[in-house]
Protein backbone atom coordinates (compact mmCIF):
# COMPACT_ATOMS: atom_id res chain seq x y z
CA UNK A 1 0.00 0.00 0.00
CA UNK A 2 2.75 2.56 -0.41
CA UNK A 3 1.90 5.81 -1.40
CA UNK A 4 -1.55 4.76 -1.40
CA UNK A 5 -4.47 6.39 1.10
CA UNK A 6 -6.25 4.22 3.36
CA UNK A 7 -9.47 5.26 5.04
CA UNK A 8 -9.45 3.53 8.51
CA UNK A 9 -12.92 3.63 10.30
CA UNK A 10 -12.21 3.10 14.10
CA UNK A 11 -8.35 3.54 13.62
CA UNK A 12 -8.27 4.68 17.53
CA UNK A 13 -9.26 2.43 18.58
CA UNK A 14 -7.50 -0.64 20.70
CA UNK A 15 -6.84 -3.08 17.39
CA UNK A 16 -7.04 -0.12 15.08
CA UNK A 17 -3.95 1.63 16.53
CA UNK A 18 -2.45 -1.92 15.67
CA UNK A 19 -3.53 -1.77 11.84
CA UNK A 20 -2.72 1.77 11.54
CA UNK A 21 1.25 0.77 12.71
CA UNK A 22 1.19 -1.28 10.12
CA UNK A 23 0.03 0.72 7.37
CA UNK A 24 2.56 3.81 8.53
CA UNK A 25 5.16 1.27 8.51
CA UNK A 26 4.60 -0.16 4.78
CA UNK A 27 4.22 3.94 3.28
CA UNK A 28 0.69 3.78 3.03
CA UNK A 29 -1.18 7.73 3.55
CA UNK A 30 -3.55 6.59 6.79
CA UNK A 31 -6.80 8.84 6.84
CA UNK A 32 -7.92 8.04 10.59
CA UNK A 33 -11.83 7.99 10.74
CA UNK A 34 -13.60 8.70 14.34
CA UNK A 35 -16.50 10.48 15.70
CA UNK A 36 -14.36 12.41 17.67
CA UNK A 37 -11.12 12.02 15.72
CA UNK A 38 -8.93 14.17 19.09
CA UNK A 39 -9.15 10.38 20.58
CA UNK A 40 -7.07 9.30 18.02
CA UNK A 41 -4.49 12.19 17.85
CA UNK A 42 -1.89 10.17 19.75
CA UNK A 43 -1.32 8.17 16.43
CA UNK A 44 -0.24 11.37 14.67
CA UNK A 45 4.06 10.79 15.97
CA UNK A 46 3.93 7.87 14.18
CA UNK A 47 3.65 8.70 10.88
CA UNK A 48 5.60 11.00 8.76
CA UNK A 49 5.03 14.45 7.71
CA UNK A 50 1.66 14.51 5.69
CA UNK A 51 1.54 10.74 6.06
CA UNK A 52 -1.65 10.61 8.79
CA UNK A 53 -4.89 12.53 8.63
CA UNK A 54 -7.99 12.54 10.96
CA UNK A 55 -11.49 13.18 9.87
CA UNK A 56 -14.74 13.25 11.85
CA UNK A 57 -16.94 10.84 10.88
CA UNK A 58 -19.91 8.09 12.12
CA UNK A 59 -20.42 4.89 10.47
CA UNK A 60 -24.43 5.49 10.88
CA UNK A 61 -24.36 8.70 9.16
CA UNK A 62 -23.75 8.15 5.51
CA UNK A 63 -23.26 11.62 4.73
CA UNK A 64 -19.54 11.49 7.12
CA UNK A 65 -18.63 8.03 5.94
CA UNK A 66 -18.97 9.03 2.18
CA UNK A 67 -16.72 12.53 2.99
CA UNK A 68 -14.32 10.34 4.80
CA UNK A 69 -13.88 7.75 1.51
CA UNK A 70 -13.68 10.24 -0.94
CA UNK A 71 -10.44 9.87 -2.34
CA UNK A 72 -9.00 6.83 -0.77
CA UNK A 73 -7.65 4.00 -2.76
CA UNK A 74 -8.47 1.23 0.16
CA UNK A 75 -10.73 1.40 3.45
CA UNK A 76 -10.79 -0.40 6.08
CA UNK A 77 -14.10 -1.26 9.18
CA UNK A 78 -12.75 -2.17 12.49
CA UNK A 79 -16.18 -0.34 13.89
CA UNK A 80 -17.28 -2.94 16.46
CA UNK A 81 -19.21 -3.10 20.02
CA UNK A 82 -19.76 -5.68 23.22
CA UNK A 83 -22.41 -4.01 24.25
CA UNK A 84 -24.72 -1.63 23.13
CA UNK A 85 -26.50 -0.91 19.77
CA UNK A 86 -24.83 -4.15 17.59
CA UNK A 87 -28.10 -3.50 14.73
CA UNK A 88 -27.16 0.37 14.05
CA UNK A 89 -23.02 -0.23 14.06
CA UNK A 90 -22.26 -3.87 13.45
CA UNK A 91 -25.09 -3.93 10.34
CA UNK A 92 -26.26 -0.67 9.46
CA UNK A 93 -22.50 0.80 10.01
CA UNK A 94 -21.03 -1.66 8.03
CA UNK A 95 -23.65 -1.39 5.14
CA UNK A 96 -22.69 2.50 4.74
CA UNK A 97 -19.39 2.29 4.49
CA UNK A 98 -18.96 -0.73 1.97
CA UNK A 99 -21.85 1.20 -0.08
CA UNK A 100 -19.44 4.25 0.23
CA UNK A 101 -16.53 2.40 -0.91
CA UNK A 102 -18.59 1.17 -3.80
CA UNK A 103 -20.16 4.23 -4.71
CA UNK A 104 -16.75 5.81 -5.09
CA UNK A 105 -14.42 3.54 -6.63
CA UNK A 106 -12.52 2.13 -3.38
CA UNK A 107 -9.96 -0.64 -4.90
CA UNK A 108 -10.02 -2.88 -1.37
CA UNK A 109 -12.28 -2.94 1.12
CA UNK A 110 -11.52 -5.06 4.36
CA UNK A 111 -14.27 -5.54 7.17
CA UNK A 112 -12.83 -6.89 10.30
CA UNK A 113 -15.85 -9.47 11.83
CA UNK A 114 -15.11 -11.63 14.56
CA UNK A 115 -14.85 -15.31 14.90
CA UNK A 116 -18.22 -16.67 15.26
CA UNK A 117 -20.29 -14.41 13.14
CA UNK A 118 -22.89 -15.88 11.65
CA UNK A 119 -26.57 -14.17 11.30
CA UNK A 120 -28.02 -17.51 13.05
CA UNK A 121 -25.84 -16.98 16.18
CA UNK A 122 -27.39 -17.04 19.42
CA UNK A 123 -25.80 -13.33 20.44
CA UNK A 124 -26.83 -10.52 19.39
CA UNK A 125 -23.00 -9.69 19.23
CA UNK A 126 -22.49 -12.33 17.20
CA UNK A 127 -25.57 -12.30 14.80
CA UNK A 128 -24.84 -8.92 14.19
CA UNK A 129 -21.63 -9.37 12.93
CA UNK A 130 -22.86 -12.26 10.62
CA UNK A 131 -24.93 -9.88 9.38
CA UNK A 132 -22.84 -7.18 8.55
CA UNK A 133 -20.79 -9.24 6.86
CA UNK A 134 -23.85 -10.39 4.78
CA UNK A 135 -24.19 -6.59 3.92
CA UNK A 136 -20.92 -5.80 3.69
CA UNK A 137 -20.75 -8.64 0.71
CA UNK A 138 -23.85 -7.52 -0.63
CA UNK A 139 -22.55 -3.54 -1.52
CA UNK A 140 -19.17 -4.74 -1.92
CA UNK A 141 -18.62 -8.46 -3.22
CA UNK A 142 -14.83 -8.26 -3.32
CA UNK A 143 -14.48 -7.13 0.39
CA UNK A 144 -11.99 -8.97 2.17
CA UNK A 145 -13.60 -10.12 5.86
CA UNK A 146 -11.08 -10.44 8.54
CA UNK A 147 -12.30 -12.65 11.74
CA UNK A 148 -9.80 -12.11 14.60
CA UNK A 149 -10.20 -14.83 18.03
CA UNK A 150 -9.66 -13.11 21.16
CA UNK A 151 -7.29 -10.49 20.76
CA UNK A 152 -4.51 -10.02 23.76
CA UNK A 153 -2.17 -6.92 23.98
CA UNK A 154 -1.43 -4.24 26.52
CA UNK A 155 -4.22 -2.32 26.05
CA UNK A 156 -6.37 -5.09 25.83
CA UNK A 157 -9.86 -5.57 27.84
CA UNK A 158 -9.90 -9.44 28.21
CA UNK A 159 -6.19 -10.32 29.42
CA UNK A 160 -6.01 -7.25 32.13
CA UNK A 161 -9.70 -7.75 33.06
CA UNK A 162 -8.86 -10.96 34.28
CA UNK A 163 -5.29 -10.02 35.93
CA UNK A 164 -7.10 -7.18 37.84
CA UNK A 165 -9.48 -9.59 39.20
CA UNK A 166 -6.60 -12.19 40.08
CA UNK A 167 -4.47 -9.36 41.93
CA UNK A 168 -7.08 -8.40 44.16
CA UNK A 169 -9.32 -11.24 44.84
CA UNK A 170 -8.47 -14.53 47.00
CA UNK A 171 -11.31 -16.63 45.00
CA UNK A 172 -11.64 -16.47 41.25
CA UNK A 173 -14.74 -17.65 39.96
CA UNK A 174 -14.92 -19.08 36.03
CA UNK A 175 -17.43 -19.07 33.90
CA UNK A 176 -17.52 -21.85 30.80
CA UNK A 177 -14.36 -22.75 31.93
CA UNK A 178 -14.00 -25.54 28.71
CA UNK A 179 -14.98 -22.91 25.88
CA UNK A 180 -11.44 -22.75 23.90
CA UNK A 181 -10.19 -20.10 22.53
CA UNK A 182 -7.20 -19.17 20.32
CA UNK A 183 -5.51 -15.78 21.76
CA UNK A 184 -3.95 -13.72 18.95
CA UNK A 185 -1.41 -10.70 19.62
CA UNK A 186 -3.12 -7.47 18.11
CA UNK A 187 0.07 -6.84 16.50
CA UNK A 188 -0.55 -9.89 14.46
CA UNK A 189 -3.87 -8.34 13.72
CA UNK A 190 -2.82 -5.57 12.50
CA UNK A 191 -0.09 -6.71 10.32
CA UNK A 192 -2.63 -9.05 9.24
CA UNK A 193 -5.49 -6.13 8.24
CA UNK A 194 -3.02 -4.06 6.51
CA UNK A 195 -2.36 -6.87 4.24
CA UNK A 196 -5.36 -8.03 3.92
CA UNK A 197 -6.08 -4.43 1.77
CA UNK A 198 -3.87 -6.90 -1.29
CA UNK A 199 -6.22 -7.32 -4.06
CA UNK A 200 -5.37 -10.82 -3.88
CA UNK A 201 -7.27 -11.68 -0.92
CA UNK A 202 -10.61 -9.49 -2.76
CA UNK A 203 -13.85 -11.54 -1.58
CA UNK A 204 -11.98 -13.99 0.89
CA UNK A 205 -12.46 -14.71 4.64
CA UNK A 206 -10.10 -15.32 6.76
CA UNK A 207 -10.13 -15.88 10.42
CA UNK A 208 -7.15 -14.99 12.91
CA UNK A 209 -5.81 -17.07 15.79
CA UNK A 210 -2.72 -17.37 17.86
CA UNK A 211 -0.20 -20.69 17.77
CA UNK A 212 -2.04 -22.14 20.92
CA UNK A 213 -5.78 -22.91 22.15
CA UNK A 214 -6.62 -22.46 25.40
CA UNK A 215 -9.49 -22.83 27.49
CA UNK A 216 -10.99 -20.39 29.72
CA UNK A 217 -9.39 -21.83 32.60
CA UNK A 218 -6.61 -22.33 31.00
CA UNK A 219 -5.69 -18.67 30.31
CA UNK A 220 -7.10 -17.94 33.94
CA UNK A 221 -4.45 -20.25 35.22
CA UNK A 222 -1.52 -19.01 33.10
CA UNK A 223 -2.35 -15.08 33.96
CA UNK A 224 -2.30 -16.13 37.82
CA UNK A 225 1.35 -17.86 37.55
CA UNK A 226 2.38 -15.10 35.31
CA UNK A 227 1.67 -13.02 38.49
CA UNK A 228 3.18 -15.28 40.65
CA UNK A 229 -0.49 -15.41 42.23
CA UNK A 230 -2.18 -18.53 43.78
CA UNK A 231 -6.08 -17.83 44.41
CA UNK A 232 -8.50 -19.98 44.64
CA UNK A 233 -9.79 -20.63 41.28
CA UNK A 234 -13.53 -22.03 41.15
CA UNK A 235 -14.78 -23.38 38.18
CA UNK A 236 -18.56 -22.49 38.56
CA UNK A 237 -21.35 -24.93 36.43
CA UNK A 238 -23.29 -23.60 33.85
CA UNK A 239 -26.70 -23.18 35.69
CA UNK A 240 -24.63 -20.95 38.03
CA UNK A 241 -23.26 -19.10 35.45
CA UNK A 242 -26.53 -18.74 33.70
CA UNK A 243 -28.10 -17.28 36.62
CA UNK A 244 -25.38 -15.11 37.64
CA UNK A 245 -24.99 -13.52 34.08
CA UNK A 246 -29.16 -12.45 34.44
CA UNK A 247 -28.13 -10.52 38.06
CA UNK A 248 -27.66 -6.78 37.69
CA UNK A 249 -24.29 -5.30 38.03
CA UNK A 250 -23.26 -9.17 36.62
CA UNK A 251 -19.29 -8.76 35.25
CA UNK A 252 -20.90 -10.16 31.89
CA UNK A 253 -24.18 -9.49 30.02
CA UNK A 254 -26.11 -11.94 29.15
CA UNK A 255 -25.25 -11.93 25.55
CA UNK A 256 -21.65 -12.62 26.45
CA UNK A 257 -22.58 -15.70 27.95
CA UNK A 258 -24.58 -17.10 25.03
CA UNK A 259 -21.22 -15.87 23.17
CA UNK A 260 -19.38 -18.22 26.01
CA UNK A 261 -21.44 -21.21 24.59
CA UNK A 262 -19.57 -21.50 21.67
CA UNK A 263 -15.55 -22.20 21.01
CA UNK A 264 -14.18 -19.29 19.28
CA UNK A 265 -11.02 -20.90 17.45
CA UNK A 266 -10.24 -21.07 13.82
CA UNK A 267 -12.10 -23.31 11.50
CA UNK A 268 -10.02 -26.05 10.05
CA UNK A 269 -9.00 -25.27 6.59
CA UNK A 270 -9.81 -21.56 6.89
CA UNK A 271 -7.25 -18.97 5.67
CA UNK A 272 -5.83 -16.83 8.21
CA UNK A 273 -1.94 -15.91 9.22
CA UNK A 274 -0.12 -18.02 7.37
CA UNK A 275 -1.88 -17.16 4.27
CA UNK A 276 -1.08 -13.83 5.17
CA UNK A 277 2.83 -14.71 5.55
CA UNK A 278 2.69 -13.51 9.01
CA UNK A 279 4.00 -16.06 12.10
CA UNK A 280 2.00 -15.74 15.66
CA UNK A 281 3.00 -14.60 18.33
CA UNK A 282 2.16 -16.52 21.56
CA UNK A 283 0.14 -14.84 24.86
CA UNK A 284 3.27 -16.44 26.84
CA UNK A 285 5.72 -14.33 25.04
CA UNK A 286 3.71 -10.87 24.62
CA UNK A 287 1.25 -11.09 27.92
CA UNK A 288 3.82 -11.30 30.59
CA UNK A 289 5.48 -8.32 29.58
CA UNK A 290 2.44 -5.56 30.26
CA UNK A 291 1.64 -7.68 33.07
CA UNK A 292 3.93 -7.04 34.97
CA UNK A 293 1.95 -3.96 36.66
CA UNK A 294 -0.11 -6.51 38.03
CA UNK A 295 2.90 -8.54 40.07
CA UNK A 296 3.15 -7.89 44.24
CA UNK A 297 6.77 -6.36 43.43
CA UNK A 298 5.69 -4.73 40.16
CA UNK A 299 8.18 -4.55 37.30
CA UNK A 300 11.51 -5.70 39.49
CA UNK A 301 9.07 -8.83 41.23
CA UNK A 302 11.04 -11.94 39.28
CA UNK A 303 14.68 -10.38 39.84
CA UNK A 304 13.88 -9.66 43.53
CA UNK A 305 12.11 -13.02 44.15
CA UNK A 306 15.55 -14.69 42.28
CA UNK A 307 17.79 -12.53 44.59
CA UNK A 308 16.03 -13.60 47.44
CA UNK A 309 15.91 -17.75 46.89
Known amino acids: MKDKLVTIFGGGGFVGRYVVQALLRGGARVRIAERDPRHAWFLKPLGGLGQTQFVAADVTLPDTVRRAVNGADAVINMVGVLAGDFERLHVTGARNVAEAAAALGVETLVQ ?3 IGADPAAPSG ?6 RGEEAVRAAFPGAAIVRPSIVFGREDQFINRFAAMIARAPVVPVLRAGVKFQPVFAGDVGDAVA ?3 DARFAGQTLELGGPD ?3 MGEIIRFIAATLGRSPSIVELPDGAGALLARLPF ?11 QRDNV ?11 GIVPEPLSSIAPDYLVRFRKSGRFGRRSETLAA
Open 195 to 197: AAT
Open 266 to 276: VAAGTPGLAEL
Open 213 to 215: VMS
Open 250 to 260: APITQDQWLML
Open 112 to 114: VSA
Open 125 to 130: YGSSKG
